[in-house]
Nanobody
Framework: EVQLVESGGGLVQPGGSLRLSCAASGFIFSTLGMSWVRQAPGEGLEWVSSITDDGGRTAYADSVKGRFTMSRDNAKNTLYLEMNNLEPEDTAVYYC?????????????WGQGTQVTVSS
């Protein structure tokens, strides 16, 4: 059974930082591209970033480029999202998802999410 467990969310002031983690199990993590997606209140799922299976390449939505950094540790079956200079518009539930930027939605496989709230 595939399990994706996100953690690290919380309340942070504008300009602050958070590091999200996603512990993966139930599949061969090192063979699959992965993504972070988010859902703001009242909105649909929005792609945030993706990383290749070996971690060699990443891609980011324009709205987070230069502020967010995605990485992975295949030895620990863990995905990360380092978020800096957070803005109120980043407030959302963040999910890690199986698949890359063009496949995650069709796979429909993501965790329960972790809440990120950016507010003063």
């Amino acid at each position: 059974e595939v399990q994706l467990v996100e953690s690290g969310g919380g309340l942070v002031q504008p300009g602050g930082s958070l590091r999200l983690s996603c512990a993966a199990s139930g599949f061969i993590f090192s063979t699959l591209g992965m993504s972070w997606v988010r859902q703001a209140p009242g909105e649909g799922l929005e792609w945030v970033s993706s990383i290749t299976d070996d971690g060699g390449r990443t891609a980011y939505a324009d709205s987070v480029k230069g502020r967010f950094t995605m990485s992975r540790d295949n030895a620990k079956n863990t995905l990360y999202l380092e978020m800096n200079n957070l803005e109120p518009e980043d407030t959302a539930v963040y999910y890690c998802a199986q698949g890359g930027s063009t496949t995650w939605r069709a796979r429909r496989s993501w965790g329960q999410g972790t809440q990120v709230t950016v507010s003063s």
